[in-house]
């Protein structure tokens, strides 16, 4: 598989599990585990582009893909546009959940493009579980995000 | 204000490392050679532990040792501690049953460990663990308050006859009789305030290092205080004395008072690493996290208020009963004694209160202080009951609270605490505005003609943070001060490091604390950098719990912040030749006033490290510690009102509104304010909507994964409307108060007064599930 676009090929346990190849053999530790029933989404990372738990799938079903973890999603110094929004909506406290909630969010506005709207992040979000923010202002990162990401495609 | 001081919503600096990944929470952290623990926990809610039989797991790939309860008593590694002293009603001390880290004896909850494997990895550790055969003998189990306190129940501790750890009482009986002997009306109301899992997103962890030539551990942990766990795992559990024990607690994902307490798990890390010579890591699971994390809240109350004609408040009777679980937590016996009763006088003249309060052993997780610890089950009576008497008394509940609302201060409450200033009426009038209160008998109209119930409900809160000072809080049992200590480092290149023991778990303090610097100094805060959870690096602190870490470690900086200041100034006149009364500090310079003469913070810091140059008889260096210890309580405070819809049909409640007007005093960054309160206002909305830490009748616990247990999702919630009023704390400089817990305790009584006034029925308790609320309209 590639991780962030550098191919990796490991021996593991066969019953190891992507998040924990992630985080223990790659050392890539902004991935986190925060439950053991694929409920919260802390270990949310895109596999071929779709936002995937990674707590759901062994290393080996993941062979031969494209992963992307959120050390994998800012060019150099530049923030990706969802990274950034985060910070300027203080969309984020603990900062545990905070990886996995924007890599699902990045996902989501893939899905939807320009036609997102509150009541379709919170649905959306329904996987991602936050403590700290009441997700007030989760869902207003995601708003804000969604605007930069059209602006930042059109620039491209 | 600077662009970056108080006041300003400046975003926050330890953000990068969080969206970029590189946050360093301490499962993320190797050390050579570390090994992996795995817990051997009880699978029954009270039974003997006859015999553990753990031969086969040692012959397990990987495994290192497995280690069980009788070796960690027979080491003389200390029980756990309750650091608050309670004394019932007759003066005899609280019933303290005995709890080491891992039982060698007698389990009294599921999840309680018996044993800890230690392998070359995870999944070894895991597996080993499975072999691992504990011979039980079952007990029969008592997981309910009611049922734990009859006559012939399992009991729990032989320390503690019935089961009950004291029955303290608070306040004038005999004032409260007199009052409602003179009552026009009395109203009565019985509660419960659901147990609750804090579930911090980031499951506790630790990693516990023993080098062997300095006999010096180190232990990473998921802490909010790691001073606190430093003295108790010194002086207390024995593990190593303070200067042979240093205790990080990195980044660390949410507390919400859970990583309050040492647990015996960071204890058994710790004892574990001298005896196989090996660094040790436990990483809790989810489900460990419902098993063993203290949980939060669990009480039954009893209250009667009494009105006079005028329906002015004449005295409150209050009757709990506080499930403790099965062994006294930390700071638990303080939580619905000094941090509960209290609160009781809400935000009211009540001339008279009177209140007893039960602890009570049971067959479940320990019970602690969970993100407003006490004060949310004080309002949530306090304010259930000012709306069940206005029904009852048939007038506006927002004209009752504000005829009974404390408007002289400072106040004197029946139950110990001095209200020091407040605006009571200002923050319901701003309240009442924000949700159109005036329109909202028309709206309740249209809805019922779409086939929806309406409600609205309010709820007046008051809370007490930077609970202070340490001599009246150890005069009231608890075994530690309360005091916060702060160093200002001025580096020789004008660059500064603030030291605190405070720690930051998600409260943005490096840069509000950052805020302070920037305010006084003219600096960016970019200048500053903010050193906190090292033992090794911070002298001493108090951590952070109970809203403090602004009103006591905040001001605690602005002390030594003074210190160095005057200091800075001396140097200053002493370079521009000028009187250090004339000297004054402006975007980073010091001016002689009047003039065009100035000096920059960088070339002052230069001068105090350099020493060829210094005023007469001066000490170089610039560098200043203060420690703080608070006269009074702080008490912010706030109205929240609720409008929501129920679906008769289905018993659902959808929000319509929810908004929030807010005293905290001064604001320092109104951003990450704000940021505390929406997820304060999650865990009370929660709370009444959503969670409940359910046991059967054995004591097995029913919700012990995010499958049973209904965490509040993003589209379980509103987003939220706002406001501030301000009255300034006279209490410490920044005149600030605390943001931390208010949501939590203000927003349940919102929510399901709300849900009782759509419904027009008031036999309801939290969490009101759609269940719950079909059948308190249909019967």
Redesign the interface.
Known sequence: MTVNGQPQSHDV?P?TLLVQFI?EHL???????????S??G?CVVHIDGRAVKSCTMLAGQAAGSSVT???GI?KGDE?HPM?AA???N?G????????GM?MSAIDIVHRYGGKLD??T???E??G????????????KSVLDAAGRMKVSQAAE | MGVEGIGASV??K????????????V??I?LQGMTHAHFVRSPHAHAKVKGIDSSAAMKMPGVVGVLIGQQIVDDKVGNLICGWAISSKDGSPMKMGAWPAMAPETVRFVGQAVAVVIAETK?QAKDAAEAVVVDYEELQAVPDIRAAIKPGAPQLHPEAPGNVVYDWHIGDEAAVKGAFSKAANVVTLELTNNRLVP?????RAAIAEYNEAEEHYTLYTTSQNPHVARLVLSAFYNIAPEHKLRVIAP????G?GSKIYIYPEEMVALWASKKVRRPVKWTG???EAFLTDHHGRDHISKAEMAFDKDNRILGLRVKTHANFGAYMSLFSSAVPTYLYATLLSGQYVIPAIYAEVMGVYTNTTPVDAYRGAGRPEASYLVERMMETAARQLKVDPAELRRKNFVTQFPYQTPVIMAYDIGDFGASLDAAMKAIDYAGFAARKAKAKSEGKLRGLGFSCYIEACGIAPSKAVGSLGAGVGLWESAEVRVNPVGTIEILTGSHS????HETTFAQLISERLGVPISQVQIIHGDTDKVQFGMGTYGSRSLAVGGTAIIKAMEKVEAKAKKIAAHALEASENDIVIENGEFKVTGTDKSIALPMVALAAYTAHNLPDGMEPGLKETAFYDPTNFTFPAGAYICELEVDPGTGKTSFVNFVAADDFGRLINP??V???V??????GIGQALLEAAVYDSNGQPVTA???DYA?????D?P??KLSHTTTLCPGNPLGVKGCGEA?AIGASAAVINAITDAIGNNKLEMPATPNRVWHAIHG
Do not use: W
């Not at chain 1, 984020?92 to 990886?99: A, D, E, I, S």
């Not at chain 2, 980044?251 to 949410?254: E, I, K, S, W, Y």
């Not at chain 2, 965490?711 to 589209?715: C, G, I, N, T």
């Open positions: 346990e019953r985080r050392l890539l530790t902004g991935t986190h585990v925060g439950c053991d029933t409920q919260c802390a973890t959120i050390e800012s923030l990274q985060f910070r300027d203080h984020l406290q603990c900062g545990y959940c905070t990886p924007i509150e009541a992040v919170r649905h979000l329904e991602n579980i936050c403590r700290c923010t009441g997700y007030h202002n989760i869902v | 975003v926050r330890e953000d990068r490392r969080f969206i970029t990944g590189k946050g360093r929470y499962d993320d190797k999944n579930n911090a997103m980031e499951p980044d660390v994902g949410g919400f699971d989810r489900t778990h998600g409260q943005g951003m990450i704000e940021g505390q929406h997820g304060g206002l999650a865990q994964s995010f499958m965490m509040p999702r993003a589209d919630l987003s939220f949501g």
